[in-house]
Nanobody, 115 residues
Framework: QVQLVESGGGLVQAGGSLRLSCAASGNIGSTNVMGWYRQAPGKQRELVAT???????MYADSVKDRFTISRDNAKNTVYLQMNSLKPEDTAVYFC?????????WGQGVQVTVSS
């Protein structure tokens, strides 16, 4: 079993910043991919950013140059630094951990960006 605990969501004005954290515990293996997805009301869940234990990253085009993903493998924690936030970034952000084809999800944190 894998447990993912997110923190750091909240309300921020457009142009502001937030930092999300996600701590993983349980059977997470030595090689995995951790990252963030988001889901806005009425929309499908979409990729935001991912990072492997080896440091490879992937970003959605909509967040490149504004968001930065990082991780501390010793702490089994992944971070998402979100800068220059826009109202369209408003969504529930979910932490994800993938080991081979097995996906685990956190409970989600709300990020609201006011205009």
């Amino acid at each position: 079993q894998v447990q993912l605990v997110e923190s750091g969501g909240g309300l921020v004005q457009a142009g502001g910043s937030l930092r999300l954290s996600c701590a993983a515990s349980g059977n997470i293996g030595s090689t995995n991919v951790m990252g963030w997805y988001r889901q806005a009301p009425g929309k499908q869940r979409e990729l935001v950013a991912t990072m492997s234990t080896g440091g490879s990253t992937m970003y959605a085009d909509s967040v490149k140059d504004r968001f930065t993903i990082s991780r501390d493998n010793a702490k089994n924690t992944v971070y998402l630094q979100m800068n220059s936030l826009k109202p369209e970034d408003t969504a529930v952000y979910f932490c994800m951990l993938r080991i081979l084809l097995r996906l685990s999800w956190g409970q989600g944190v709300q990020v609201t960006v006011s205009s």
